[in-house]
Structures are given as structure tokens and as C-alpha cells.
């Protein structure tokens, strides 16, 4: 063909997490721990308030950003949850989920030749978003600092080329959380550095151990900082599509007319469901993650008991064990473990080339679900020792 596509598109590949999917389709018996959405039903309120909308003929479009109504809810949810204060007139913007929100940030901010520090293992998401704007991700390992990044690693990482920093804690795939030491150093490296955070927070919600930590708690960054969240994952709502986006003023100007032109607003109905979420069902996370601690708990016990390594999570709902010792590569042991352990579960090598010699197992399934996964798991583990 002589006519040729954008050259980034054509370099990014389909996530692992996808093609490992479309093998899992082919094993109709296996149980699937693969899944990175809440296994619960949205609220009833929100489904309510969503059809309430539709009825109200509520599905037009709104105000770029999102309608004030929903904007003033994303403002009063984080002053009051997370003691941050961002303007609804010009700090926040409602997105079609967080990725439109990230993808919106990096055309706004990369260039060709820019570079995006990322701690990895990762949320394969990110890379090709980046690569399309013309940049490159550049990753900090964390795969032997049990996933918590080192501050002069990043320091050593950091020149005229980078352009952002992006942090997910809560993170995909580790489900490890900041802890307050390395918060505070990473702050004192960024401080020194000219660079943009990318804080992608989808699972902040879902912190475990106490309140979820931000890097816009320190007002020296605040100024050169994003939030990426969203109701996917706190609010089980995946497919209304409904994500958030905060930062300041001066930036958030120009995401927005990038926005505009991608998205021209959030989904109208998604918008009023999220209202909902954000106001009446603000307990909802909390009584979500009573059950993934339960269930973290079960199969984290069961993983030690395998005898395999694994750091115990602090939050989101994935679990990250190191299968080294079995002397495959990840790929090998997740095709293995499907075909003849009949588990699914997502090769490491999903999250950058940091997460080789991992496996991720997402526990956002039920608590039979996973005493059979585990039980297989067991039994295939004792044939490739
Ligand atoms: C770390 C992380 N960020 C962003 C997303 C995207 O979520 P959404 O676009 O549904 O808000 C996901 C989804 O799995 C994720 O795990």
C-alpha cells in the first residue's frame, strides 16, 4: 500500500492484557482471575439517578468540562475526602474515563522527543498514549524495591528530556500503595526537577491501610500536578465512562481544548449518575473494600503458602506474586497455568519488562471464584516445581 498511516499508531501494539484475554476465550472452564473491574453492580442510586436523566431527556450535550452541578461535586469530594482544594470553574474536567483524561493531559503537555518517567511494573495503558503524542515513556524499575520507587532512581532518571513524572499508587498491577517515607522523598526529588506529575489516583478510593496519600498535598508541586480519577473503579461504573480530571488553572485551560475537540464533554446521562456517586453514595468504596480485604487476605495466604513471593497489597484489587523461581518466563508459566492448571491469570510481562518473572492476579471476583482458582493453582504449581 503506498499510503501510510501516523507512524506511532502504527508502532503501539494491542496491550498484553488484551491479547491474553482473547487466549482465555479459547478455555470456556478455566476460571479467569484477570478481570481489573469491580465484580459489584453499580449503586442503585446512581443506575437510578443515570435513568432518571435519560427520562428527563438529560442527554445533550454540556458545558465542555462537564455540567457545573457534577464539577462542584468533584470539587466538595475532594476537599472533603481527600483535603484538596481545586476550583470547579477552572480546575476540574469531567472526562470520558480517566483515559480520555491521561490522553487529554499528554497531548496537552508532550512533544515529540519528550520523555515520561513511569514506575514499573505499569499500567500498559500509559505507553502507547504517550507514543502517539510523539513522546516516550522511560520507566523507573521497582520490581526489586517491593514496588515502591526509588527516590534516587528517579533522580538519576530525570534530564532535559523529561517532561513528566507519572505516579498510579494505589497501582495496576501491584496493588501496592506510597508508603509516607518515599512520598516525602519522591516529593523532595520532584521539587528539584521542573518536571509535570501525572498522578493517575483511579484506585485511591480503594486504599486499605489508612487515608490514600497524594503528591497534591504538597503545595510546592500542586502548581505542575494532575489528578487522574474516576468512578470506574471506586463506584464499580467501568462502562459509563465517566472519569475526572484536576490541575491547576493555567494548564487546565489548554486540556480543555483538547478535551473539547476529542470528547466535547462527558456522557450527558454519566455526568448526572456520577453526581449521585459523588454526593449520596460516597460510603460505597469503603463497604467494597471490606470485601477485597477479605479477599486479598485469602489469597494472599494462599500464594505464601504456595511458598511464592509475594508483596502484600495495600490496595486496588490485584495481587502481583514473583513466579521466578519456576524458571519460565511469564508468558510460559500464564499459557501453562491456563491450558493445563485452568487458571487465568495476566502474564507480568503485561506491565512493562519490570513485571517479568511476576503473574497478576486481579481478586475482584467472589470468594468461591478465587477458593477455586487458588485450588487449581495449587495443584498445577506442585507439577512445575
Ligand atoms: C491504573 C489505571 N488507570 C486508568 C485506568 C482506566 O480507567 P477508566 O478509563 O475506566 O477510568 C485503569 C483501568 O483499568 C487503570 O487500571
Redesign the pocket.
Known amino acids: 500500500m503506498g499510503i501510510s498511516i501516523n507512524r506511532w499508531t502504527e508502532e503501539i501494539a494491542i496491550s498484553g492484557i488484551r491479547q491474553f484475554f482473547n487466549l482465555l476465550a479459547d478455555y470456556p472452564d478455566a476460571v479467569g482471575l484477570t478481570v ?2 469491580p465484580d459489584f453492580a453499580t449503586p442503585e442510586a446512581v443506575k437510578e439517578a443515570g435513568m432518571r436523566a435519560i427520562q428527563a431527556n438529560q442527554t445533550g450535550y454540556s458545558h465542555n468540562a462537564g455540567l457545573m452541578e457534577l464539577r462542584l461535586a468533584i470539587q466538595s469530594f475532594f476537599k472533603d475526602i481527600h483535603g484538596l482544594t481545586y476550583s470547579a470553574a477552572n480546575e476540574i474536567i469531567a472526562t ?7 490522553d487529554s493531559i499528554f497531548r496537552t503537555i508532550l512533544e515529540e522527543g519528550d520523555e515520561v518517567i513511569i514506575p514499573a511494573p505499569a ?1 500498559p ?2 505507553a502507547p498514549l504517550i507514543r502517539l503524542s510523539g513522546a516516550k515513556a522511560v520507566y523507573l524499575d521497582t520490581s526489586d524495591t517491593d514496588f515502591q520507587p526509588d527516590p534516587e532512581r528517579l533522580e538519576a532518571l530525570i534530564t532535559d528530556k523529561t517532561k513528566a513524572v507519572l505516579m ?1 499508587f494505589p ?2 498491577p501491584t496493588g501496592v500503595t506510597l508508603d509516607e517515607t518515599t512520598l516525602q522523598q519522591l516529593a523532595d526529588v520532584l521539587n528539584r526537577h521542573e518536571v509535570f506529575i501525572v498522578s ?1 489516583e ?2 485511591s478510593e480503594n486504599s486499605f491501610d489508612d487515608q490514600h496519600r497524594s503528591f497534591a498535598r504538597f503545595a510546592h508541586l500542586r502548581d505542575r500536578m494532575f489528578i ?6 471506586s463506584h464499580a461504573m ?1 462502562g459509563w ?3 475526572f480530571v484536576l490541575g491547576p488553572a493555567w494548564v487546565m485551560q489548554h486540556v480543555l481544548k483538547v478535551h473539547q475537540y476529542n470528547a466535547t464533554c462527558a456522557s450527558l446521562p454519566s455526568q448526572h449518575a456520577a453526581i449521585e456517586a459523588l454526593t449520596t453514595q460516597r460510603h460505597v468504596p469503603a463497604t467494597m473494600n471490606e470485601a477485597y480485604i477479605e479477599r486479598r487476605d485469602f489469597v494472599y495466604r494462599k500464594l505464601t503458602a504456595m511458598g511464592l513471593d509475594v508483596v502484600l497489597p495495600t490496595g ?1 484489587f490485584y495481587i502481583f506474586p514473583s513466579i521466578k523461581k519456576f524458571g519460565l518466563s511469564s508468558a510460559e508459566f500464564a499459557e501453562r497455568l491456563l491450558k493445563e492448571g485452568g487458571v487465568g491469570a495476566v502474564p507480568g510481562s503485561a506491565f512493562t519488562e519490570y513485571g517479568e518473572g511476576f503473574l497478576r492476579i486481579s481478586y475482584a471476583y467472589s470468594l468461591p471464584v478465587l477458593e477455586e482458582g487458588m485450588k487449581r493453582m495449587e495443584k498445577f504449581i506442585q507439577t512445575v516445581s
Do not use: C, F, P, W
Open positions: 481489573g473491574q470520558n474515563g480517566s483515559s480520555e483524561g491521561l499500567y495503558g500509559y498510579n497501582s495496576n493517575d483511579v484506585y487522574v480519577h474516576g468512578l470506574s473503579k467501568t465512562r465517566l472519569g486496588a
